[in-house]
């Protein structure tokens, strides 16, 4: 019964990539300028296929970068309605510590862009 369940659970983790990936790349564009504590992470997406990631001034390559944009656009839970409040508590919640300043940007599968802009109070 256990090695069944572990076995099941193995396989959700392994599927789970794709399908974030596959909602990722729905959309024609994803741009995200984030920086925190000890982090500043820049990435952007244009459909079909280009991928561009910088993180603390060092520039990613094509498949990191992917992963990176991919990773990102399922810690902030992103849709029409999500509040950017929100997306700063996910992104606090998986690792990046005391957020100061996030941009993000996303067009959708029908071009409506969807533009949210959040920095921490001085």
């Known amino acids: 019964m256990k090695k069944s369940m572990i076995v099941a659970f193995l396989m959700l983790l392994i599927h789970l ?8 790349q729905q959309g024609n564009l994803f741009k995200i300028k984030l920086v925190s504590e000890h982090e500043t992470v820049q990435c952007e997406y244009y ?50 510590n005391n957020v100061k300043f996030l941009d993000v940007r996303w067009m959708d599968s029908h071009h409506r862009l969807f533009t949210w802009i959040w920095e921490k109070d001085k």
């Open 17 to 24: 990539p794709v399908v974030c990936a596959a909602e990722f």
């Open 47 to 96: 459909s079909p296929d280009t991928y561009q990631c910088e993180k603390n001034g060092y520039s990613l390559d094509e498949k990191q970068a992917k992963r990176e944009l991919s990773l990102l656009f399922h810690q902030l839970h992103l849709r029409h309605d999500v509040k950017v409040e929100e997306m700063v508590h996910s992104l606090e919640k998986t690792g990046y």
